[in-house]
């Protein structure tokens, strides 16, 4: 599958300016990004090349939530490259999250050591945990009980989330996505892993349809998709059953929370880093 790479220039440019901006772009369709830790360059962006739309990119910068914000960009079909190499000379150091959770590449030395242990490879995939929504997700599955659950991944980007499921005791893991490349990457990393039991689909939720019930929702995405896809989710939840949501911003909380109680849920909490918020609800 061809991707779009467009290459965007903030003035200011910092990680809160570059993690906003690409909270908007994942809205319209794109899927990765590539940033810096301190976001002093440029943002990378990638969309799918049949997804592209420059005007909704347009409208994006026009509408950008933060004031006082300069934003232009340049864009080119994105070349076959080494994800791994970038990965290791630009972006990703190994991650630990609560002294429990350490993320690491296969590239990298001294890692230190923590109760699970986590390698991924993020190719072209969105999802090393270093972003607030991921990091959030992590922290809610190291909390929460997972032994013996069924859990459902929707979003899975690298396969993160159900992979550590997995190594906290889950019995079996769904991870679902519609991209290609996402699949192709989670279905790495679980090797490296040496994790099973997890079914890896390319899809969107109608690939629920062949399942029954989960123990445990875990949904990153954005969110319109949590919005408009909530209700299926709740089809395959029992009692008891919980939801974790992310991928949108604090100030979108009382929508999500307004359409999780009208399908019946329950809200149990909701974490924040960095104005990205995390929920969690439960089915009774």
Same mark, same amino acid.
């Given at each position: 599958?061809?991707y779009?790479?467009?290459?965007?220039?903030?003035?200011?440019?910092?990680?809160?300016?570059?993690?906003?901006?690409?909270?908007?772009?994942?809205?319209i369709?794109?899927?990765?990004?590539?940033?810096?830790?301190?976001?002093?360059?440029?943002?990378?962006?990638?969309?799918k090349?049949?997804?592209?739309?420059?005007?909704?990119?347009?409208?994006?910068?026009?509408?950008?939530?933060?004031?006082?914000?300069?934003?232009?960009?340049t864009?080119?079909?994105a070349?076959?490259r080494?994800?791994?190499?970038?990965?290791?000379?630009?972006?990703?150091?190994?991650? &630990?999250? #609560? *002294?429990?959770?350490?993320?690491?590449?296969?590239? !990298?030395?001294? @890692?230190?050591? $923590?109760?699970?242990?986590?390698?991924?490879?993020?190719?072209?995939?969105?999802?090393?945990?270093h972003?607030?929504?991921?990091?959030?997700?992590?922290g809610?599955?190291?909390?929460?009980?997972?032994?013996?659950?069924?859990?459902?991944?929707m979003?899975?980007g690298?396969?993160?989330l159900?992979i550590?499921?997995r190594?906290?005791?889950?019995?079996?893991?769904?991870?679902?996505?519609?991209?290609?490349?996402?699949?192709?990457?989670?279905?790495?990393?679980?090797?490296?892993?040496n994790?099973?039991?997890?079914?890896? &689909?390319? #899809? *969107?939720?109608?690939?629920?349809?062949k399942?029954g !019930?989960?123990? @445990?929702?875990? $949904?990153?995405?954005?969110?319109?998709?949590l919005?408009?896809?909530?209700?299926?989710?709740?089809?395959?939840?029992?009692?008891?059953?919980?939801?974790?949501?992310?991928?949108?911003?604090?100030?979108?909380v009382?929508?999500?929370?307004?359409?999780a109680?009208?399908?019946?849920?329950?809200?149990?909490?909701?974490?924040?880093?960095?104005?990205?918020?995390?929920?969690?609800?439960?089915?009774?």
């Open positions: 599958m061809k779009i790479e467009y290459t965007f220039t903030t003035r200011p440019s910092n990680s809160i300016v570059h993690d906003v901006l690409s909270g908007v772009l994942a809205e369709g794109f899927d990765s990004f590539v940033q810096s830790e301190d976001g002093s360059e440029p943002l990378k962006a990638y969309i090349k049949d997804a592209d739309n420059i005007e909704a990119v347009q409208q994006v910068i026009a509408e950008f939530p933060l004031p006082d914000t300069e934003i232009s960009f864009h080119a079909e070349e076959d080494d994800w791994n190499e970038v990965w290791e000379q630009n972006y990703f150091q190994p991650l &630990v999250i #609560g *002294d429990r959770c350490v993320i690491a590449s296969t590239f !990298h030395k001294d @890692v230190p050591d $923590a109760e699970y242990h986590i390698t991924i490879d993020p190719r072209m995939a969105f999802g090393t945990g972003h607030a929504t991921t990091s959030q997700m992590i809610q599955i190291l909390d929460n009980n997972m032994e013996g659950l069924d859990v459902l991944d979003g899975c690298t396969g993160i159900a550590l499921a190594m906290r005791g889950a019995k079996h893991c769904v991870a679902i996505d519609n991209d290609e490349w996402c699949v192709s990457n989670t279905l790495e990393n679980i090797s490296l892993n994790v099973n039991n997890i079914d890896v &689909v390319e #899809g *969107d939720v109608s690939a629920l349809d399942y !019930h989960f123990h @445990v929702v875990i $949904a990153n995405i954005n969110r319109n998709i919005l408009a896809d909530m209700h299926h989710y709740v089809d395959h939840m029992t009692s008891g059953s919980l939801l974790f949501m992310s991928g949108f911003y604090t100030e979108d009382p929508a999500i929370r307004q359409e109680e009208r399908l019946g849920l329950v809200f149990i909490e909701c974490r924040d880093q960095d104005n990205w918020a995390c929920v969690k609800f439960e089915k009774r």
